[in-house]
């Protein structure tokens, strides 16, 4: 699913979701937050959960579109509050909530909303699990399941002020700046500014998202772009209600590899591999891949198709139990490179 920057999570409003594991990064959030995301709801008169975790804080868009943000002090008594700006319907929004210990405040697109709330000094911490696009109560209790998108969240144990919430909400495609002051050992000022581009991150050489069946294994074949491309990250559609993913990739020609990565685990990009340097594939010429995929992938079910940016084929495919099938190929997304710095 494409998000703000790259991919995002895609929850149907029924029961996907994101599970957290309890951590001591987690437990650091004792006094101040931020908590921050793009979001793209589809509202249809429910609760839609962004992040909860249990008897600490949360965060949610109502049913009339509002956003709702929730911390729960040590004894147990939780201050909640809604924003008085509601989200829009199926677009793409930022949304963000603070605490500095004395006052919770919302963001939404950027802009402070004109409603805040009295914040606990403290806030609880436990052992429980978070959620991402539901809110979880115990072991098995769920509720309030998200329908849409959620991309880029960050939770912080500390508090971005007003012009760091701006900064996140703008910075998005185009050119932008950063500079940095210091003093020297004479009391003398100095700067120095850096510029940079961030260009919209596109899939170049897109397979489509495949179907069922499926099952884990080792990919060999080719695939040939239309169009000369530079990637920088690869991205395995997953079955629904699944992790499925990619563990390595190696992309190669007559002349040698062009390419290799490989997954880092389940963290925010589980769906992505990233190589670490860029790489141009040529218009209308042929490169052998390898693709190593765990859980349950979507798959192509063809020995060659004609997809969005070119064309892919199966060589061979060898399942997690043995099995050889050659009409089995990965679904993937190739994507461009994401920013250019000058």
């Known amino acids: 699913m494409d ?76 201050q909640r509050f809604d924003s008085k700006r509601a989200v829009k319907n199926d677009t793409g929004n930022h949304v963000a909530a603070t605490s500095d210990g004395t006052t919770m405040r919302i963001y939404i697109n950027g802009e402070q909303d004109p409603i805040t709330y009295p914040a606990p000094a403290r806030i609880y911490t436990s052992n429980h699990s978070a959620s991402i696009g539901i809110w979880r109560y115990g072991d098995s209790n769920f509720d309030y399941p998200l329908n849409g998108d959620i991309d880029e969240l960050r939770i912080l144990n500390r508090c971005l002020s007003e012009e760091q919430i701006e900064s996140d909400y703008a910075l998005g495609e185009g050119t932008h700046s950063v500079t940095v002051y210091g003093r020297d050992t004479a009391g003398n000022w100095n700067y120095s500014t850096v510029y940079f581009n961030i260009v919209a991150v596109a899939p170049v050489f897109d397979t489509g998202s495949g179907t069922y069946p499926s099952i884990s294994g080792l990919h060999n074949g080719t695939l040939k772009p239309n169009q000369t491309i530079t990637v920088y990250k690869m991205y395995t559609y997953p079955c629904p209600g699944t992790s499925g993913h990619s563990e390595y990739v190696m992309i190669y020609n007559e002349s040698g590899t062009v390419a290799k990565g490989n997954w880092t685990g389940y963290g925010c990009n589980w769906h992505n591999i990233s190589f670490d340097t860029p790489f141009i594939l040529k218009a209308n010429e042929t490169y052998n891949y390898t693709v190593l995929t765990g859980s349950y992938p979507r798959i192509i079910h063809a020995h060659t198709a004609n997809v969005t940016g070119g064309t892919i084929t199966c060589e061979e495919f060898v399942d997690t139990n043995g099995r050889i099938c050659y009409d089995w190929m990965p679904a993937i997304k190739l994507y461009s490179t994401k920013a250019l710095y000058q």
């Open 3 to 78: 998000g703000k920057f790259g991919s995002a999570l895609k929850f149907d409003g029924i029961n996907d979701r994101v599970s957290v594991n309890d951590s001591d990064s987690l437990d650091t959030i004792n006094k101040t937050i931020t908590i921050e995301a793009w979001i793209k709801p589809v509202l249809t008169g429910n609760r839609n959960a962004i992040f909860y975790k249990e008897s600490c804080f949360g965060f949610e868009i109502t049913e009339s579109g509002t956003v709702n943000f929730v911390l729960c002090d040590i004894n147990g008594s939780c």
